[in-house]
């Protein structure tokens, strides 16, 4: 397999197709403008300077083209940074597409799909099957693609099912381990607890805020939404309000962004599933780029933490 | 004018009707059973006990039940308590009604009802001027008799209107100290802004919280109710968005409520309007029972302060 | 099966042997002694005054002493209150024993320690296999007896034991869906991370805190033993390190007690599992007192919570 | 008009007069010395470097010295930055002074004398009237001359006086709406409130803060003078410890300043006009920058929170 | 020496002066008035009930009345209580004085002045030396009577003088061991630190807070005092600056009530030395009531701590 | 005597030797390598820069190699950097030594053993004497070593030593002062309190954190090792455990690291000791750098504060 553009060491060469995620034009001392690049493929990024561009260049290398460059890898600041030595912009005759220089869940959306279509067949209550349903139905396509946010967590294509379908596993267990939970409830509201994120941020490709998710923000959106969806399926049971209950308190608290925090069981359990499926997504990908006996990074998400992979943990 | 309840001393005679606003029996030391009610009148409220209550007695005056009495004004732990000499429950032929003995806007409805739809007609933004006027056509009888909350501040009959109607009075004088305000986009939100209590409060006479007022909270259960407005109404601008994002920004701060901040010039106006205008009645009606010279007793919901009346003030 | 004292209402006429569980000597307003006494058995407890006592009935009616009463529930304050009409102290002829009044874990001692001894048998790391099982080995009476708690969670005889292997079962779990995890590790912080409580709590029938537990707190204490067994044991790998961090950790932050966060895969794992098996314990047996439709008492340990059991929930 | 410097573009060039705000010297990486300017004129401020500089030039192109330049606008980091091509310091005989490239105030200054005036005029208690009158009359102008701080809100030429007499016409209308407030008293706690500013900040061209002003702080400074101002003047009433406790609290809470919270109704209200004029001094200005439709840069004084300017606003 | 009423044990028969401290009227369950008493001489204080009084007594046995009496010391609620069998006012032929039943400083107001008077003759600064002198001087009665606060630490006769004398040899100590210390300025700013409770407090028997107190609080009254003070005196050098510094900061934050933090070596110094002392002064008054081996009660004023006194100390 | 590094100003020539504190490989915009070196002697660090370096200089030029030097001080950034002329790594016949090029504590190792020594001679209570002398024994190396930490206080060689040394002094005034104290128990806790961080930090040249002094601290590793010695000694009475709550609480609250604050006497006192001797360090190295009338730079480790000189304090 070909070695992706996360794995380069400084003082490697480099040639091959790779995707520009933003592009910023800067002027040397002298006044001559350069642009700065974010290049990225399914692996991960590095940032590459491009000296004495044209006016042409400007309009061209720009965020979301596909590049085929040659360079080398530096180090400038303790980061390593690509020289670029040739570049042109990818051509319909070179058969790449985005897609493949973004990042995938480890899981392939079929697989995530069927998982989703396997738990709403076990649920027994009609109501919340067939709210869940209908969502599922009417955004199937999104969030087989969509990311669980724009950073720190589950933050690659097909990121927000992947964390959902993961939930699932944990609830399915804790279900059978205290046997007073109400499934069906735990699993609709792990179902629906983000969908809201649709709404909320732009895409996949480089993913920032709506004006609906910054004015709003994921929750009180979803919250609207069950219940309308609610209204157009005839439902009027209390499951309806339960549900947009464990939607709107599974951030937990008032200062982490639920104005209510869970007051039934299920939605108490929806906060905890949660965290433990981000934390245990941002902690395996930071501990499988060390080696045993080092530390990790500064984890920003979890409380600028650096954690430690033991020296007699095998490799 | 009579004399009201609110206003008898220690030592005082009293006779006349009354309203149990809440009952509840106990035990002597040697066994025999008496009721602790709460009696109320449009001014107040006072403690009375009831002893050697008989099981009839203890179905006929319960809550909510006007009852005619005569008694003394005695003292019991620093508080004065109403020790009943005479009592019976009212009959049809007394002619009282429960609105009798509950405290309401200084200000009518009819005049408060006028304000608003004065305001309504001054809007020019066709969007914004249908959603209100929708709101307060579904909701006209409740806008005119609930309470602005359950304690605290305009905790009466039409307080909510009375709140609304003060509110939009500032809003009007602030509209022209800073021209750059949009007024039609201020007066909206002031007018939705509480609307979700109809939904959130239990009623009138004995306030207190639904469940879906417990589970979700005014501000969330407004959020929803605009989508659905709008969507009647087939309404789709950005108005729509703006409104609720002014109902959600209210309360100014996540740990207060708000899961967004404020992030519209009218939206942060709001907010503090809305403060301003609870305060005032508050301290209005905290310091109009003190004498100048003399401090309040504690006010809980403003950080439990004690406010002082200079000794030039005039009575 | 006999109705326990947890159970009986106003009015309801009680005979038969309960437990002591605090006495308290007042004088009446007239200068006679009295008693009160909170008498309790396997499944709750009550308030009781003993009037008109003699110098003997005080020597004699005190904590931890069995008795037999025969008595009426009264109310008194808002609370049923227990009225003695006779009493007398148990004798050895009555073969009764304190254990029988007091609560137990759901689980047989047998079937926990099976749990235990099944878990450490799992466990492919000597090290620390060794520790764990040198500590079950210590204290195996003791974890089988002890509450995990005074009060809030699994605050009954066997509550430690139930507390750990409920959260074993839950470890298992996770540990099969997020492969990464070191199951060892996991198992091994899960049983060690509360043992410090043997120590810090004064024992089973009136839990209290010991000198040492006031002065230290569990998890020093805890840190300190798993340091002076490996001496014993001659264990040196970094596993000793490693487990007394997952206990000096396990509480999350500073302000809950650990001086050092989780900075450890597993370490940040088990302190969600203790929160969650906790808060599930406590959750449970809150709910399982109420009815579909019905709120919770407010639960002190969660935030002074009420909890809502849906009405759609089968009872 | 000629356009001022704050609405250059990238490539516009540049000629006329600049006042130097802050001069900074440093070197090249080949050791030659060069300097940093940051020049304005009344419209907004822009970088300027200044290269191959001489030991006289070092001395001549330094703070509050105004120049003539030509240059061009170029772009450095994301910020436009000046550069120079042509430079000299200004002549007396080109007639251009300080005071014509500073911000200020859009009122005119004898406008705000007179509406201070005004309202002394309207005041009716004697003592307040008299400690007002002789501070107008001690500070005049300064006054009319300092900003209303340093940054943040009313960072102007005038700035002060613009805030008081803003805030005066807001108090005027809330006086009318709640006719319990006391105006004597909120116009003069308005009128003396930020006074202390005077001697807590260096001046109006590079406002900084005096020794006083960062060893005591103008709040705690203006209650000092107030006392003695009240000495002076041989008042003696409640007054004067009224207005130093509006003063003192003006900020609201010991987090914020004010060691003592407003315990008196007007010194309540003075704090919430303080921050609304504050505020909407601040998001005018913010938003008066951007188009419908766009969001202000964040704004620190606001928690770091970025506005909306809606999409249906007039331009 | 006589046994003071603070060391009686239920079961004791009392007979002696005492002062009544607060004095308030009931009325028993059968509408009879009574008089709860609180007693108290200078080692402590007890309650105490007189029941069937006359309107004549509720006017004799009031708050700062001397009375003797014979009674019994009963348990009520789990507190002491004195049960009083015979009462009488003090005459003037009994020859007993308020200050006989009140709490003082366990060093003479004769040895707590000459400590002052020393260490103002070893300042060397002229200015600071003055403006201590000068406040010595008008205050010296007060300083020698005040206790240093109301309740919590040095609230006794001569408290403030005690507190002062007290932190003064604390700061002779460190100012040898660090000799940078400027300790004309440390000795200055003890002495005056606290003397703004002259005014903040009502006097020495039952002390409340002042007006002034409540509205303004000791520490900006002092700072202004201190203003005065120089102009008063013609001094002017940076000293008045710097003590009125020390003065506003010695609280150490703002959230404690010092608008400022200490920006002076000694300021900082003054706010450790202040805790310190007060923190002394409650711990040892806490620990000599009890026994090795023991817990105090909790200390409102320390986070509510209890603390232990060592098993091994000498009682 | 020879001018230190840290009072070159910029201009100044320099030719001597230096040690390396840090070394760090960079690429110039051509892509040539440069190292970044951090240079330093025993009164203060400078930046430089070496150009050009060779595959071997980079293997040379290392942090803890000696090295001499000539070279100009030039301005980078605003702060001073070393441009060096000429280097080589210093040689056995140079006869320099690591210790010459650190800073050490103002006074000797032999003054600060004998001190230790006096005070455990002074100390009464057998127990305490004998853990405490053990421990230093175990660590007088060490003791005598090590910084008191690895920045902010006492970060000098045998800085450890002069902290403890210095709160001893301060301890024997307060035990004067206050005579409850138990002396004994305090020098105890005052000698054994930061003992753990010979453990948590890694030396005294390029100080770092431990594996262990990351994952547990130096708190609990020191309560840990206090029990292993109490063991070892055979020592069991209460003195033990009071001892390890002394070093447990010494942070003072459980943010600051300490899970249990401080419940004896004597731990509260050593909280405060610490805290005075920590800041009277900072604040007089920080004072002694600048002259009256002016402010020190802002102090991490004292909320940030910038501290200010009087201007009649002498030089």
Known sequence: MKKGIGSYLVGDSFEGFVLIKESSRGLTSNGKPFLTLILRDATGEIEAKLWDVTKEDEVIFIAEQIIWITGEVNQFRGKPQMKITSIRPSQPTDGVHVSEFI?????????????????????????????????IKKYQEAILTYPAASKNHHEYVSGLAHHIVSMLAVAKELGNLYPQINKDLLYAGIILHDLGKLKELSGVVSTSYTLEGKLLGHIPMMVEEIGHMAKELDIEGEEVLILQHM?????????????TPPLIREAELLHFIDLIDAKMNMLNRA???????????????MDNRTFYKPSFEKE
Chains 1, 2, 3, 4, 5, 6 share one sequence.
């Open 287 to 301: 501990l499988e780029k060390v080696k045993p006996g080092e530390f990790t990074g500064r984890l920003f998400a």
């Open 103 to 135: 990042e995938k869940a480890p899981v392939e959306r079929e697989e995530l799909m069927e998982k989703l279509t396997e738990t709403i067949f076990e649920m027994k209550n009609p109501n919340l099957q067939r709210i869940v349903r209908a969502f």
């Open 247 to 259: 939607v709107l308190s599974h951030h937990g608290k008032k200062e982490w962004g639920s104005p």
